[in-house]
């Protein structure tokens, strides 16, 4: 069931950069950089779009993805708002992208602060908001494909919000051939079948899912100083996944659900709306 409404049809709203004034660095990446600033007298994220990547076109089509119409719709709690843009048609525009403020913390931030106490109600808590987000998104046939803890912010509340579009994809109702995309994501994250060059499907933000559940628990960078094309080839070849430790008090349950979640099979993978039903079920 498709979930706009109304108000979320609005046109994207284009927005000079020389109007946002810049407060200071949260972070940067591969295609751009992020930063708190003020817009219109409030709070603000604006990323800025890197010029001078050698990835011109993966540049530039993660800047589409972000400000795509469908991508501005969303409008749900567990998401962090598109704002608008700068209509950018190539890099020499300068692409920017302003989005709501959240906070500068991030779901990894919180897994690597041994401070931060994670038990199993706020293991499973954390895991129930981006799922609804994600049943949300899929909802509204938008696959993120770059699911991370890193791209998951935390409200000052301490809530969940899905960030970063820049890797999505629109799910046709009817496929035509696929356009080639020069997005991959982040390797230990992607499904093998991604990663075997198939095409997107919303089973393959479950696998993503099914490695931050495991990211959850461990608090540990999964496939971490392992050669990439090894992990690749094994992902895909040998089902590796993430080593599962013996002896701690995991829930069997949890455990369940994440290994069904990772698995090689697309088909044999839940869907976010199950999962949600599931995780929902936990907490009460």
């Known amino acids: 069931m498709r979930m706009h409404n109304q108000e979320s049809e609005q046109t994207l709203s284009r927005i000079d950069v020389n109007d946002v004034s810049v407060i200071r660095l949260l972070g940067s990446g591969g295609f751009g950089s992020v930063y708190e600033a003020m817009y219109n007298d409030s709070k603000v994220a604006l990323k800025k779009f890197h010029t001078n990547t050698r990835n011109k076109k993966a540049a530039m089509q993660s800047y589409q993805a972000e400000v795509h119409q469908e991508v501005f719709s969303l409008k749900h709690p567990n998401i962090v708002r598109v704002l608008g843009c700068n209509m950018a ?10 989005m709501e403020f959240v906070s500068p913390k991030n779901l990894q ?5 041994g401070e931060e106490k994670i038990d199993f109600k706020r293991r499973v808590t954390f895991a129930y908001e981006v799922s609804i987000a994600l049943e949300y998104i899929h909802e509204n046939r938008i696959v993120h494909l770059d699911l991370k803890p890193a791209n998951v912010l935390i409200s000052n509340e301490g809530h969940c919000k899905l960030a970063d579009f820049g890797c999505c994809q ?7 051939t696929p356009s080639r995309s020069y997005l991959t994501g982040t390797f230990a994250y992607r499904a093998p079948e991604l990663l075997k060059g198939g095409n ?24 971490k100083l392992q050669n990439h094309q090894i992990v690749i080839f094994r992902v ?12 701690n008090d995991i829930d069997n349950r949890y455990r369940e659900l ?14 976010m709306s199950e999962i949600v039903n599931l995780l929902k079920g936990w907490l009460v």
């Open 258 to 271: 994440m290994t069904s979640s990772w698995s090689g099979d697309p088909t044999d993978r839940p869907s």
């Open 236 to 247: 895909v070849a040998c089902n590796l996944r993430p080593e599962i430790p013996e002896g």
């Open 200 to 223: 997107p499907s919303f089973k393959a933000d479950v696998f993503s899912f099914g490695i931050c559940l495991w990211q959850l628990w461990s608090r540990e960078i999964p496939y």
């Open 170 to 176: 629109i799910i046709q109702e009817r496929p035509n």
């Open 109 to 113: 931030h919180v897994l690597d602060d």
């Open 89 to 98: 048609q190539s890099l020499e525009d300068q692409p920017i992208v302003v």
